[in-house]
């Protein structure tokens, strides 16, 4: 892939990491190619590689546009995430060194910090790398690259799906903090557990209901509790 097809590629994913792309929006191959300068081809290729992981729907006859998870989707994605960060946590718990511990604890002041300011879109984004940092650091950038796309996705279906999400971030990131004491003194069985319930809390935040394809889920979640029943 070329330096430009993955410029735009990250920069799409970043968009929806930090909630700034919603699902449903159209992505034109003309403007984006007018927007980062490159042909349509180029643009081509990043919306196929942005499809394979599943954050762009290219439906054969309707234009490109981000992707919107159904409800099946998003239970499963949560099932992948929990089995994919175990393996991690387990690999942490076994072979993380000081300097490991070091970066994740870094990470975590950069999340407090955020909150603090109330970067809100810095906020969301930190608290999803930190789980890929957990990757990275264990030392498998392709479970991390792996973590990062599901992110992405977590990012689509909380845009999606109602949620009370935001309140509970204080909460995670100290669980954050907590998660990190739990892999320096190598406490595999409660690292587990925290980290169980750690992301049991995201998906419950959500009100996950299978819902009729047509409707503009958009819409129903922007009017919610503002029309008047006839």
Same mark, same amino acid.
């Given at each position: 892939?070329?330096?430009? *097809?993955?410029?735009?590629? +990250?920069? &799409?994913? +970043?968009?929806? /990491? ?26 081509? %290729?990043?919306? %196929? ?14 234009? #490109? ?5 159904? @409800? ?10 929990? #089995? ?11 072979? $993380?060194?000081?300097?490991? &511990? ?10 407090? @910090?955020?909150?603090? @300011?109330?970067?809100?879109? $810095? ?7 930190? =789980? ?5 650091? $264990?030392? +498998?950038?392709? /479970? ?36 990190? +004491? ?15 319930? =750690? ?17 503009? /889920? %958009?819409?129903?979640? #922007?009017? %919610?509790?503002?029309? *008047?029943? $006839?």
């Amino acid at each position: 892939m070329s330096s430009k *097809t993955e410029e735009i590629v +990250n920069s &799409i994913s +970043n968009a929806i /990491l930090s909630h700034r792309l919603l699902p449903g929006t159209q992505l034109r191959e003309v403007s984006l190619g007018r927007l980062y300068g490159v042909s349509r081809t180029v643009v081509r %290729q990043a919306l %196929q590689r942005l499809s394979k992981d599943g954050l762009v729907d290219l439906s054969p006859g309707k234009i #490109a546009s981000v992707a919107k998870p159904t @409800a099946k989707e998003a239970r499963e994605v949560f099932d992948l995430r929990i #089995a994919l960060e175990s393996h991690v946590t387990l690999t942490l718990v076994e072979r $993380a060194s000081k300097k490991d &511990i070091a970066k994740l604890r870094a990470h975590v002041k950069r999340e407090r @910090a955020a909150l603090t @300011a109330g970067d809100w879109d $810095a906020v969301r984004k930190l608290g999803a790398g930190f =789980h890929a940092l957990m990757a990275r650091v $264990a030392g +498998n950038d392709l /479970l991390a690259e792996t973590l990062e796309h599901l992110h992405a996705r977590i990012a689509l279906i909380l845009l999606l799906y109602k949620h009370d999400y935001d309140r509970h971030v204080g909460c995670l990131q100290d669980e954050h903090e907590e998660f990190v +004491n739990l892999i320096e003194s190598r406490s595999l069985e409660k690292a587990l557990a925290l980290l169980k319930a =750690h992301l049991g809390t995201v998906e419950n935040s959500l009100q996950i209901t299978d819902m009729d394809s047509t409707e503009d /889920l %958009q819409l129903q979640r #922007a009017l %919610q509790g503002t029309a *008047t029943p $006839a």
